[in-house]
């Protein structure tokens, strides 16, 4: 609003319209709320822990008893072999990034929802909520692996150099679930059905992954169909990373990973289109 020398007063308008075309992403918008997506990210990790007497702890609790449990049950009661690794250290090195991608899956599938009342009342890329979902378990992934720090020093040993991919392994997990989002998001605005199905599948993914048993286990002929899952080339590639066991299948790994791009970009498309109608719909 401004003044003109006769007094006379003039309002400026800002009028916010949706993008037109298949393409327009508007992804330079999400940069410049970069400083928005800071704070959800925070809101996220206070509200995890908000009135918890062990606060960031969970984080280190939790994969302590889900390893104590798959060591009991799959490690010495069914005698699953490890491939000559000690077994929570085997099941931890997996367990681990399944955690992460199943919980930045769950947040970012019902992120919108649940920030319904501020996709109702204010202007912001919408991309930003399923980004901030699915960034926040990367803080309580850091956390844990103090737990692997102390079972590799109870075990006396050393992760190998091939420690330096980890990064990329952490990445593509987060690629792959930040692409599932972008679809299950808006449809479980949609249909609410979504948040009743997810906890199966993430169950079943978990059972279809080599978490508590290794890959050796799969037969031969069937490995390679085996490792386009792609969380199959996440979970080796940590536990290669971190204790030198065999290579993943790197091929399997780059046609997955293929198949989760094409995924990401026709699911940008996808969320573009249906962000429209979130406030409409919620």
């Not at 509200?47 to 302590?64: D, E, F, H, N, T």
């Not at 919408?126 to 844990?144: E, K």
């Not at 040993?157 to 808006?186: D, H, R």
């Amino acid at each position: 609003m401004s003044a003109d020398g006769y007094g006379s007063i003039h309002r400026r308008i800002i009028e916010i319209r949706p993008s037109k075309g298949i393409f327009m992403l508007d992804l330079q918008a999400v940069w410049q709320y970069r400083e928005l997506l800071y704070f959800l990210v925070w809101r996220e990790l206070k509200v995890r822990y908000k009135q918890a007497a062990l606060g960031a702890g969970w984080a280190i609790i939790q994969p302590i008893f889900a390893v104590f449990i798959f060591t009991i049950v799959f490690g010495h009661f069914a005698k699953i072999p490890s491939d000559g690794i000690p077994y929570p250290l085997f099941a931890l090195t997996a367990f681990l990034p399944w955690t992460y991608f199943s919980e930045a899956l769950r947040r970012g599938t019902g992120g919108l929802v649940g920030d319904s009342e501020l996709l109702r009342k204010i202007y912001f890329p919408r991309l930003i909520i399923p980004i901030a979902m699915v960034i926040t378990p990367i803080v309580d992934l850091f956390v844990s692996l103090l737990v692997l720090a102390v079972l590799f020093g109870w075990y006396n040993l050393l992760p190998t150099w091939n420690a330096v991919y980890l990064p990329g392994f952490v990445l593509m997990a987060a690629i792959l679930a930040f692409s599932a989002v972008l679809w299950l998001g808006p449809i479980n605005v949609r249909f609410r059905d979504i948040q009743h199905i997810l906890p199966f599948t993430i169950q079943v993914w978990m059972y279809a992954s080599p978490i508590i048993y290794p890959l050796s286990m799969v037969p031969e002929k069937w490995q390679f169909y085996y490792s386009l899952n792609p969380m199959v080339g996440v979970i080796e590639g940590f536990r290669w990373s971190l204790l030198g066991t065999t290579a993943p299948n790197f091929e399997a790994i780059g046609i997955s990973m293929g198949c989760v791009l094409l995924l990401l970009l026709c699911g940008l498309l996808y969320f573009k289109r249906m962000e429209r109608f979130f406030a409409d719909l919620i």
